[in-house]
């Protein structure tokens, strides 16, 4: 199993641009999810999914959409990037939604925006 | 409210020497779960330990060990006998039963340093 994958690596954005940040899991976890970490915030929870065609906001949704398709998918876009969305970028999987399950993180994107 | 304290924000130690990272805990659940991730310098988020809020037993994993204490809301991280490659951020997160977006709850980590 190759895990959580996350691409890209690192980005640099100009204010206005739009992306997206791939995240894809091979476990067939039912729970997805995006976190921002950002020096002296620890990471907080941006969007998440429980299963394939449902998704539901986080503690700062606000300039990120997500959908999930399929189950191993979970695409974070930005839709007009800010520099206050510098920040490294983590989506994280688990079997279920329940604490039960320990959510997998990927490697991260670094996310530069001038 | 969920909350996770990690009090020690950076720690400093020599090889060989001991080190305790602590951690305190909020939430109104009575069923909730407690994690330690370590971040190393290469910045990825690797899982050390998972324990439910309904099982008190310390474990011990290699040099590694954690100390759980309900009574005063503590889930606390031991490294022995400290190496370089210990080096990393170390979180303490705290998820539910199944309310708050079923997320986890992340202190703000502890850096720790061991120096040769």
């Known amino acids: 199993n190759a895990g959580v994958t996350q691409t890209p690596k690192f980005q640099v954005l100009k204010t206005g641009q739009s992306m997206t940040l791939q995240c894809a899991q091979d476990?067939?976890?039912?729970?997805m999810s995006w976190y921002r970490q950002d020096p002296g915030m620890g990471l907080r929870l941006i969007h998440y999914s429980v299963g394939a065609g449902i998704t539901d906001q986080g503690e700062v949704p606000n300039g990120y959409n997500v959908s999930r398709s399929t189950t191993e998918d979970f695409p974070l876009r930005l839709l007009s990037a800010a520099p206050s969305q510098t920040s490294v970028y983590f989506c994280?999987?688990?079997?279920?939604?329940?604490?039960?399950?320990?959510?997998?993180f990927g490697p991260g994107t670094r996310l530069t925006v001038l | 409210a969920q909350k996770v304290t990690q009090a020690q924000t950076e720690i400093s130690v020599v090889e060989k020497e001991d080190v305790t990272l602590d951690c305190v805990y909020e939430?109104?659940?009575?069923?909730?779960?407690l994690f330690w991730y370590k971040q190393p310098p290469s910045g990825e988020l690797v899982f050390l330990i998972r324990?439910?809020?309904?099982?008190?037993q310390n474990e011990i994993s290699g040099r590694y060990s954690w100390n759980f204490q309900k009574s005063t809301s503590s889930f606390n991280f031991t490294i022995t006998a400290s190496q370089v490659v210990d080096s990393a951020v170390y979180f303490c997160a705290l998820r539910d039963s199944g309310g708050s977006n079923y997320k986890l709850t992340f202190g703000k980590g502890t850096l720790l340093t061991v120096n040769p």
């Open positions: 939430t109104r659940d009575t069923t909730y779960y």
């Open positions: 324990r439910n809020s309904f099982d008190e």
């Open positions: 994280a999987s688990s079997y279920s939604r329940w604490g039960t399950d320990t959510q997998y």
């Open positions: 476990m067939n976890h039912e729970y």
